[in-house]
């Protein structure tokens, strides 16, 4: 048992490292080292400028998509490496935020089902950043049930056409292309009438429509599609057979290991050191070194964990099923930490923004909170995920499983 | 990276989890727990014969000198099997106190003993309510005898070995502790056992009196060793509690696929899949803190005081969790003495204990953690 680089993974380190060292944008490190949850901007850049440079200087040098082949972008390399490279990058992989969703879950969906041709032509801009993808699941009648989506695309010759909305769509306003899953087929049970798409995000009837979140930011969108063309040659996997594909993207979505979830202990560990109540330090107080302990081992736990499936992709195993913990476990401790935070500075918690403590450090992530348990999976369906797929027990019972879409009932209340 | 146990470590684990299946099944558990037997003697045998006791010890004092790595994973084993033998008790507590200060004359008497499965061996330290702290130490050594009362003694009516910690100054300095060895069958102390929450691991009282005892460590330093020897023992005892935890979550989830109500499984509804899924969070969570244990204790690593403590707090709450839920899931079977939910729930509750208690644990982290920022 050991911590240890293999002597190639010592020196794929070395060389990240190095080149990290001489070509990071160094101005913005402390800015991003800082930043937490609800909180990721640059003070004097745009962010996203910053973080597109970033891409294409990594693309250009081999070091983006570390995991796709070197003919779509990437640089051949083992999974390993690229957790290597993602701990390495450190602060600068918040940069990335912007492309998670087009590296991790759009890339390998084309890269699965597009054809060799399109593969060559999308692929390799994705990776460098130059175009970003945004994906086009959830819907307003779909959310955890995503297979209860609603968008239509009906076939008109060589094309289809489309007529929808979706919600929740991360990026849709910055982004070029889009993974799209639309109902081509009511008349059968619901996981059965999908099939996927990619399309142009400026396509003719493509509206996007920013959504304010609960926090007052606005990170994702409303899209809506009016009559909307996509060629035939843009389908991705055979019609009616979306469901598949869509679990590939899926699949794809919870795989980042080693890039370490947000818990904000480390920032609430350094607040209560700092913190004094009363005629002491907030650590001094007993009720606070409970607290804190007890949020210790959760991130202690999830960082081993982490640790524990990084080991098995050092000897080429692949990871357990243990990795599925941690979005549950960090997204619930982000936001209890917060609220906490917040409850050691009494009336003062309410304040937000520059005159708050820590100019709102703790506020701004309690308001970001709710959403991180909901996006991706909400904790419900990740408790369904570990139950099912890693305890084995039963799914649950569907009562619209074998029902033709269009007679599953529509609402609760007549 | 290489976070993980060795392919042979593996493999002892393997073997040690199918020789308690054959030899400590809850039958043989249920012996001990019913008061009929003291402790399983012909389990503590087997462990001699495994190899099991002295798998730790170097091989100069009669043990396989294999390492703590290997000691986890049996460790682990014991804790799945609730096995009702004084193992922690002999090797984590006894064996390590002795590995640690013991002088040479002391391993060579004691240590091939404890392999062997001749000496029951534990720690007194405790003098009814309270965590551990030198303060509360008021057994007092003089002129080579002790005289006082420790209580409770895990396995302390059936201990041949008693590592005592008593006061041999009063300067309210953590060097007015020492550490004592006394050879119980020499007299001059007497032991009474105590009912308790787990009966398959007996707790006592016991009563010195003029009884001789020799210094184990030097004068003064009785606490610092004692500080060593808990974190130590904090680690193996995590991976009883990662065992039990596993155990006690797979019982939960059989009964989930079995138990038919409402005309479906138990396992189908949310309520109880949700429950479960939590369990196996705390579980994982627990097993990960316990690994970092494991590291540090087996490297002898700066880090072993914090590691251990995470492991201690990580796994107490996980088999608390697991163990209570694990009958929150058999519903009223579960409440009952028939079925095996309450001896994990005894346990877990007892093991959460022996060593101090969760807000003890606490506490040392966080000094722990301040002291390693400040460093």
Known sequence: MNFDDTPQEAAFRAEARAWIAANAPKQYEDELRASSLGRTALKNANILEVAKAWQKKKADAGWACLHWPKEYGGRGASPIERVIWQQEEGPFGKLSAMFIIGHGMCGPTVMAYASEQHKREYLPPLASGEKVWCQLFSEPAGGSDVAGLRTRAEKRGDEWVINGQKIWTSGAHYSDYGILLTRTDP?????????????????????????????????????????????????????NDGWNVAL???MNERMSIGAGVATGFPELFDFCSNLMLDDRAAIDDRNVRSKLANWAVKA??????????????????????????????AGAMVQDVATYALDLQGAAGVLSGPEAELAGRFQAMLLRAPGTRVEGGTDEIM????????????????????????????KGRA | MNFDFSDDQKQLRDQARKFLAEKCPPKA??????????????????????????????????????????????????GRALAPVPFSSTVYLAAEALMLAGSDAQKQAWLPKIASGEVIGTLALFEGTGNPSPKAIKLAAANGVLNGTKKPVADGAIADLIIVAARTASTGRDSDISLFLVDAKAGGVEAKALTNLDPTRGQAELTFANCKAEPLGAAGEGWSILTQVLDRAAVLTAFEQVGGSDRA???????????????????????VKHMLADMYVSATLARSNAYYGAWALSTNAPELPEAAASARISATQAYQHCAK????????MGFTWEFDCHMYYRRANALALGLGSLSYWEDQLIDRMRKRNAA
């Not at chain 1, 369904?384 to 890693?390: G, K």
């Not at chain 2, 003697?41 to 087997?46: C, F, H, N, S, T």
């Open chain 2, 249 to 271: 979550l797979e019982m939960g989830r059989d009964y989930a696929l079995d138990r038919i109500a409402f005309g479906r499984p138990i396992g189908s509804f949310q309520a």
């Open chain 2, 29 to 78: 558990v249920r012996v001990v727990l019913d008061g009929k037997e003291a402790y399983d003697r012909a389990l503590w045998k087997g462990f001699a014969e495994m190899g099991f006791l002295g798998v730790a010890i170097p091989e100069e004092y009669g043990g396989a000198g294999a390492g703590h790595l290997e000691l986890c994973v049996i460790a682990e084993e014991v």
């Open chain 1, 187 to 239: 008349t059968v049970p619901k996981h059965k009438g999908l099939t996927m798409f990619f399309l142009d995000m400026k396509s003719p009837g493509v509206e996007v429509r920013p959504i304010k979140q609960a926090s007052g930011h606005s990170d994702f969108n409303e899209v809506y599609f009016t009559d909307v063309v996509i060629p035939d040659s843009q389908r991705l996997g055979a019609v």
């Open chain 2, 325 to 332: 839920n694990n009958i929150q899931v058999h519903g009223g």
């Open chain 1, 383 to 410: 408790r369904n995920i570990i139950a099912e797929r890693v305890l084995g027990l039963p799914g649950d019972i569907r009562v619209d499983k074998d029902l033709p879409f269009n007679q599953v009932p529509t």
């Open chain 1, 300 to 329: 202690s736990g999830l960082k081993y964990t982490s640790m524990r499936a990084i080991s098995a992709l050092s000897k080429g195993e692949r990871p357990g099923p243990e990795n599925s913990i941690g979005k549950l476990v």
């Open chain 1, 248 to 250: 590939t993207t899926l």
